[in-house]
């Protein structure tokens, strides 16, 4: 046996291992968080670890050049233990624990996405409320000649109040009905559940205490987890808070992670860390800053794809993945939220958006309600960027959708510099044609980029092919100071010199990294064409795209179009529509109505299966080029 010692942000964490075991399995047995977009391919560099003592059979990669592998920087997914070391895991190694960017909920802008969605809903003839209140009561307190039990006082009480003709109380509030109500003087209110047959008294509170209703919203992605807190009266916004998605370090992909699920202790390897590592830290962060205990929240919706539902469920995920793919569940109902142990109110009903296929989940159903394409004559498209690109096509009379894998990339992964959109990204950025200088954004309050996100990414190659910096096939064509060629004539371009930063290495973009994203934007654009073209139509059909996805603070579509990535159509027909699976999983936690009418839209959907699709690779493989091997599909981009 040998020792291994990860030192984390100074803290040390050891393992006993074998001798000739695989670090990066070390690292995850130790649940030391190094992210491995490939899940230990050796096909992304991510996984860089230092080695500060001790000795690693460690091969150089073309991730690691020689004057990093001389200071001790290792890929962990290609290193085996010799004997004892101590490696040093970066910040950036483990970045999914870092708060991800979410769009400011505070500020007037964002506030208005939800309070449009609010509108646009009510507008089409939804009612905004559910079946949750707070009653307030004033009891008469037992004496010797009434001797009527706790319960019974309380349900003849929401009767007489309610006209209800039968209240039942749950475990959860008789275990507190008879010291609230006697610390109290009988003063107390109670939390309800409305239905059909009867009124539930969900809990039983001082008299005085909170009125307000809280309920949890969460975008479960692939890479990265927002959640918001609402107080499920009015629809107001309480509190929001991101993570990574802890399952990131067994992969970036679905594919990797139902790999990973199949081996042993897999699935509750995967379950912990999207649970405990993710889900629990935000549920308690946002109930510590608007200062509700997490026992108050009496529901939570969820929107995620069909794949991290299952694996967030513990439930077998092989079947999505093997012909004729078919998941356990599209609609999951009755789930409690403590089946999970998220810390919630015991009785808190977890909801869980649809799913329509298996790589068409909820977050796709929220998403394309939240669009309200389905409330409209026109024919428009969404599309929604993230590690599975996925895209609903229709109007109030017709929906189809359809998935492909455009893997990380978006969200920074498979991408040498990408990272996803947290403080010091570049996530816009221009070029000057001439001095081939770069202007960039960043986000957040940093001084010095730390790599680029999605929507930044876009913008580098879109400029870089603007200006000629690179053709169509998105190798370097010009020369200049911040062009860099390594021994094998591989070009890369140079955002920001590691001498003006302070830190470890450039900031830059190379060949394999817009290679990958070319990829990444022809599977969205194929996926267009195909599903448009398995009706007789093209982009000329459409009034509207819109386009959601948390890549950044917000995408140039022109940009967009110019790599080829989105049809070649009126620029005003775009609309950046945010984190749109968020929106819609916040109108159905706010509104039963809107639950019952997302429904309704994954039932009605047609999926459109593009691995079966003739044509399809073709049409893929055409895509791959800057901005496609068409040039007539893309006339405004004058290439």
């Known amino acids: 046996m040998v020792s291994v010692t ?11 291992a074998a001798e000739g075991d695989n670090l990066l399995d070390a690292a995850r047995r130790a649940n030391v968080a190094i992210d491995a977009p490939c899940s230990g391919n050796g096909a992304c560099g991510k996984c860089r670890v230092k080695l500060l003592s001790g000795d690693l059979d460690s091969p150089q990669t073309r991730h690691i050049t020689d004057e990093e592998y001389a200071q001790g920087w290792r890929l ?4 085996k233990l010799t004997g ?34 609010r509108a646009e809903i009510a507008e089409a003839g939804i009612e905004m409320g559910n079946n949750l209140s707070v009653l307030t009561l004033a009891l008469t307190e037992p004496t010797i000649d009434d001797t009527m039990p706790d319960n019974e006082r309380l349900s003849r009480k929401i009767m007489e109040e309610t006209g209800a003709e039968k209240v039942e109380v749950t475990y959860a509030a008789l275990k507190k009905l008879a010291r609230v109500l006697r610390e109290n003087a009988f003063n107390v209110r109670c939390v309800l559940e409305t239905a059909a047959e009867a009124v539930r008294v969900l809990d039983v509170l001082p008299g005085d205490a909170d009125e307000r209703i809280p309920g949890v919203v969460v975008d479960l992605g692939t890479t990265s987890v927002a959640a ?64 509700i205990p997490s026992e108050r929240v009496y529901r939570m919706c ?87 690109g996925e895209l609903v096509f229709g109007n109030n009379e017709f929906l189809m959708s359809c998935a492909c894998s455009a893997g990380p990339a978006f969200e920074g992964g498979d991408i040498s510099c990408g990272m996803r959109a947290t403080d010091g990204a570049i996530d816009s950025c221009s070029i000057d044609k001439e001095t081939m200088e770069p202007t960039f954004t960043l986000i957040g309050d940093a001084k ?22 690179i053709n169509g096939k998105g190798k370097f064509s010009r020369e200049g100071r911040r062009i860099r060629r390594d021994e094998n004539g591989m070009g890369s371009y140079i955002l920001a010199f590691k001498e003006d930063t302070g830190a470890v290495r450039d900031v830059s973009i190379n060949e394999v990294d817009i290679d990958s994203f070319i990829r990444a934007k022809g599977a969205i ?45 009126d620029i005003s027909l775009f609309s950046y529509i945010g984190n749109s699976s968020l929106s819609g999983a916040y109108a159905m936690l706010t509104s039963d109505q809107s639950r019952e009418k997302v429904d309704e839209l994954a039932r009605s959907m047609t999926y459109l299966e ?7 690779m073709d049409a893929f493989i055409a895509a791959c080029f800057l901005p496609h091997t068409d040039a007539n599909l893309f006339p405004s981009v004058g290439c």
């Not at 990131?248 to 202790?265: H, K, L, Q, T």
């Open 302 to 388: 969820l929107a995620g794809n069909t794949t991290m539902n299952h694996l967030l469920l513990g439930l077998d995920t092989d079947p999505v993945r093997m012909e004729p793919y078919i998941p356990s569940f599209f609609l999951a109902d009755d789930m409690r939220a403590n089946d999970l142990k998220l810390g919630l109110h015991p009785e808190a009903k977890l909801i869980l958006a649809p799913n329509i296929g298996s790589y068409v989940g909820g977050d796709i159903t929220a998403g394309a309600f939240a669009s309200m394409l389905w409330n409209r004559e026109e024919l428009a498209l969404f599309i929604d960027l993230g590690t599975n």
């Open 448 to 469: 010095h980029p730390v790599g680029i996100c999605g929507s930044g990414i876009i913008d580098v190659i879109a400029e870089l092919f603007r200006t000629g910096i």
């Open 228 to 291: 918001i807190l609402v107080d499920m009266r009015d629809g107001s916004i309480l509190a929001k808070a991101s993570t990574g998605n802890g399952q990131i370090r067994y992969g970036a992909d679905v594919i990797n992670r139902i790999i990973e699920a199949s081996r042993e202790g897999g699935s509750e390897r995967l379950q912990h860390a999207v649970i405990e590592e993710s889900l629990c830290p935000l549920i308690q962060q946002m109930c510590a800053a608007a200062k």
């Open 84 to 117: 004892d070391v101590v490696v040093e895991v970066p910040d950036i190694a483990s970045a999914y624990r870092s708060r991800m960017k979410v769009a400011d909920i505070s500020s007037e802008k964002e506030l208005a996405i939800f309070n449009h969605t």
């Open 76 to 79: 962990s997914c290609v290193s």
């Open 6 to 16: 990860f030192r984390v942000n100074g803290a040390d964490v050891v393992l006993h």
């Open 610 to 616: 593009l691995s079966t699709e003739p044509g399809y």
């Open 525 to 569: 654009f194929s996926a267009t064409m195909t599903m448009l073209g398995s009706m007789g139509m093209d982009p000329s059909v459409l009034n509207h795209v819109y386009v959601a996805g948390g890549i950044g603070s917000g995408i140039n579509m022109r940009n967009a179009v110019t790599i080829g990535m989105l049809p070649d159509i």
